[in-house]
């Protein structure tokens, strides 16, 4: 079925790095932005970056840049979140996305983010 | 960064009640508005996508409105399961941000 698994949960010190990964099934991995997005306890939501799986292209939130690495392994149809430098309020539940495209007038790009995966709690505590 | 601003920051309704959720971005996104929903413990579910588009599979009493900067989420009969925490997106430009949520309650 369609769906995106990720990896299990991680703790780690801070100024160590977590990778997380997330498997995509179901879909053709290459025709949909990976988007990664974060969630501390009790918080909203915000965006990190997307990974384009068909050519390895990547945007990052400008936060994020420096600390923050988005890969992909096409032949087995995984994306990957790096995440170096943490910090205590890099604590959050990490969630893998699919993004779908909508070709908005005059011919700009919406995505919207239509498959999520469960989600990984990333804790970072010494 | 666009900000986007949603009100209320949460609501208390019961079963069968009509809600309307609003979201504000502090510049105009088109119809770059999507919204989503999310119980707790679990993964954002996409409900509108495009202001006014309702996803695949989703309850015909959600339903989204407006463009520019002014947008709304309306739920027309409230059911048990509709009791979660609502996110706008804007998909305009990046950062893609969200709002900061609004808790609906029993």
């Known amino acids: 079925q369609v769906q995106l698994v990720q990896s299990g949960a991680e703790v780690r010190k801070p100024g160590a790095s977590v990778k997380v990964s997330c498997k995509a099934s179901?879909?053709?991995?290459?025709?949909?932005?990976m988007h990664w997005v974060r969630q501390a306890p009790g918080q909203g939501l915000e965006w990190m970056g997307w990974?384009?799986?068909?050519?390895?292209?990547?945007n990052y939130a400008q936060r994020f840049q420096g600390r923050v690495t988005m890969t992909r392994d096409t032949s087995i149809t995984t994306g990957y979140m790096e995440l170096s430098g943490l910090r205590s309020d890099d604590t959050a539940v990490y969630y893998c996305?699919?993004?779908?495209?909508?070709?908005?007038?005059?011919?700009?790009?919406?995505?919207?983010?239509?498959?999520w995966g469960r989600g990984t709690l990333v804790t970072v505590s010494s | 960064d666009i900000h986007v601003t949603q009100s209320p920051s949460s609501l208390s309704a019961s079963v069968g009640d009509r809600v309307t959720i609003t979201c504000r971005a502090s510049?105009?996104?088109?119809?770059?508005l999507n919204w989503y929903q999310q119980k707790p413990g679990k993964a954002p579910e996409l409900l509108i996508y495009?202001?006014?588009s309702l996803q695949s599979g989703v309850s015909s009493r959600f339903s989204g409105s407006g463009s520019g900067t002014d947008f709304t989420l309306t739920i027309s009969s409230l059911e048990p399961e509709d009791f979660a925490t609502y996110y706008c997106?804007?998909?305009?430009?990046?950062?893609?941000?969200f709002g900061q949520g609004t808790k609906l309650e029993i």
């Open positions: 997106q804007q998909s305009f430009s990046i950062p893609y941000t």
């Open positions: 990974i384009n799986p068909n050519s390895g292209g990547t």
């Open positions: 996305a699919r993004s779908t495209a909508t070709i908005m007038p005059p011919g700009e790009t919406l995505r919207r983010f239509d498959l």
């Open positions: 510049q105009s996104i088109s119809s770059f």
């Open positions: 495009a202001a006014s």
């Open positions: 179901g879909y053709t991995f290459t025709g949909y932005y």
